[in-house]
């Protein structure tokens, strides 16, 4: 059964600092995706991985997936109030070896940048 | 392109009620997956429906149950609830659910709550 687990689940950072969450998960998938979510929002479409070595970058937020040790990160560049938000790895299950869950997420990272 | 859109918003039920939740994807789109959101187990996977047909299913009970029209269109039921159903129910839509650069675009989510 495929498991995802993030870490930190709580990050309170100051502006400006850089910080990096980490999404593990325990079975080979070639496909891992980034989402974020607001408070009583739907969630929002960060970044896709699809192979080994894969390094995406948006703004302030840089994604990469390693697919040997079965780790993502989101690295969180110069930090700023408006990235306060609940940061969701998913891992496609349907990827993996008997595997029938599309998306199969990480409990979510709640990032809370202060002034 | 309008975005997935998910009716009703807000539902209140009582236990024993049943309940449907209805999905329309984005114009093109032909995969729908449905997921549960709450605080203590996160986001878990019903099922995804494509072509009509349902392709990938989580783990939840069989009171949980889904259909897709030929206008790609989705429904969920939730028959006999309990108050555990309690919870955001979001569907996401994708192209094909299977293409190597697809993501999945989440709708605004139906939050229902179970007296």
């Known amino acids: 059964e495929l498991k995802v687990e993030q870490n930190p689940l709580f990050l309170s950072m100051q502006e400006g600092k850089n910080y990096t969450i980490y999404c593990n998960y325990s079975?080979?998938?070639?496909?891992l995706y980034w989402y974020r979510q607001d408070p009583g929002k739907s969630l929002e479409s960060l970044f896709v991985?699809?192979?080994?070595?894969a390094v995406k970058q948006e703004g302030r937020l840089m994604a990469s997936l390693d697919t040997k040790a079965r780790l993502s990160t989101l690295h969180i560049t110069a930090a700023v109030h408006d990235l306060s938000a609940t940061y969701f790895c998913?891992?496609?299950?349907?990827?993996?070896?008997?595997?029938?869950?599309?998306?199969?997420f990480g409990k979510g990272t709640k990032l809370t940048v202060n002034p | 392109k309008a975005g997935v859109t998910q009716t009703p918003r807000y539902l209140i039920k009582t236990r024993g009620q049943q309940v449907t939740l209805s999905c329309s994807p984005i114009?093109?789109?032909?995969?729908v997956s449905w997921y549960q959101q709450t605080p203590g187990q996160g986001l878990q996977f019903l099922f995804e429906?494509?072509?009509?047909?349902?392709?990938n299913k989580g783990n939840f009970p069989g009171r949980f149950s889904g259909r897709q029209f030929s206008n790609s269109r989705s429904e969920m039921n939730v028959s006999t609830l309990e108050l555990g159903d309690s919870a955001l129910y979001l569907c996401?839509?994708?192209?094909?659910?299977?293409?190597?650069?697809?993501?999945?675009?989440f709708g605004p989510g139906t939050r229902l709550l179970v007296l």
């Open positions: 998913a891992v496609d299950g349907t990827l993996t070896q008997g595997g029938s869950e599309k998306l199969v």
């Open positions: 429906y494509f072509s009509e047909t349902q392709r």
């Open positions: 114009s093109g789109h032909r995969s």
């Open positions: 996401a839509s994708t192209y094909s659910g299977t293409g190597v650069q697809e993501t999945q675009y």
């Open positions: 079975t080979t998938s070639d496909r």
């Open positions: 991985l699809l192979s080994n070595g």
